[in-house]
């Protein structure tokens, strides 16, 4: 089945500076790669998504980028705020199949004043 | 606008007690799921449905299950608590299945 690596599992970055977070998937039938945003006490909340034929989204200061080739996504936060400070989940998801939206581990993300 | 609403917030069980953790949703999702998050672990599927009346088995559903009688409510049942069940549930919805899930808020268990 599928598996979602996410690195790293934690990064620090002073605030104003660039955060970006890699994850790899598996499974090559994938098309459909959410980013959720967890803050202290609350559930996940998606904050930008991708399929599988565009190689870049972008949303004001979020982007993501997807090489399908190589099988990995990423998430880039530019001039990143403290109320960016959160755990960001990568996900993937096939086609067809509603159990097969796996989740990475995490990264606990921390943005310094 | 509620969203999805779980409750309770947090339990203390003991071990081999039961109990129903409850989800509803007020958009008319079709599609409803149940996670658990651990520490370092991210979220893996227990069981989802996609629609009242019909549920499946996701990644790691030994130990619970569930039902859906209605489009709103999706409950999820621990009949004999274990140690293991220590963790936080969250409930999520969607309207198309995988795609642009809305999570509740969570449910906070422990099992001593």
């Known amino acids: 089945g599928e598996n979602v690596e996410q690195h790293p599992s934690t990064l620090s970055v002073q605030e104003g500076d660039s955060a970006v977070i890699k994850c790899t998937y598996s499974?090559?039938?994938?098309?459909?790669f959410p980013w959720y945003k967890q803050e202290l006490g609350k559930g996940p909340q998606l904050i930008i998504d991708?399929?599988?034929?565009?190689g870049e989204k972008k949303d004001q200061r979020i982007a993501v980028t997807l090489n399908k080739t190589a099988k990995h996504f990423s998430l880039h936060i530019t001039e990143t705020q403290p109320e960016d400070s959160a755990v960001y989940f990568c996900a993937a998801s096939g086609k067809t199949s509603y159990d097969k939206v796996i989740f990475g581990p995490g990264t606990s993300l921390s943005v310094i004043p | 606008n509620a969203g999805v609403t779980q409750t309770p917030k947090f339990r203390i069980l003991k071990i081999g007690q039961s109990m129903t953790l409850q989800c509803a949703q007020d958009m008319n999702h079709n599609y409803m799921y149940w996670y658990r998050q651990d520490p370092g672990m991210g979220l893996k599927l227990i069981y989802y449905?996609?629609?009242?009346?019909?549920?499946d088995k996701g990644e790691v559903p030994n130990g619970y299950n569930v039902s859906r009688s209605t489009t709103e409510d999706f409950p999820l049942r621990l009949e004999l608590a274990a140690p293991s069940q220590t963790s936080v549930y969250f409930c999520?919805?969607?309207?198309?299945?995988?795609?642009?899930?809305?999570f509740g808020s969570g449910t906070r268990l422990t099992v001593v």
């Open positions: 991708i399929r599988s034929n565009v």
């Open positions: 499974d090559s039938a994938s098309n459909y």
């Open positions: 999520a919805s969607s309207h198309r299945g995988g795609y642009g899930y809305t």
């Open positions: 449905s996609v629609g009242a009346g019909i549920t």
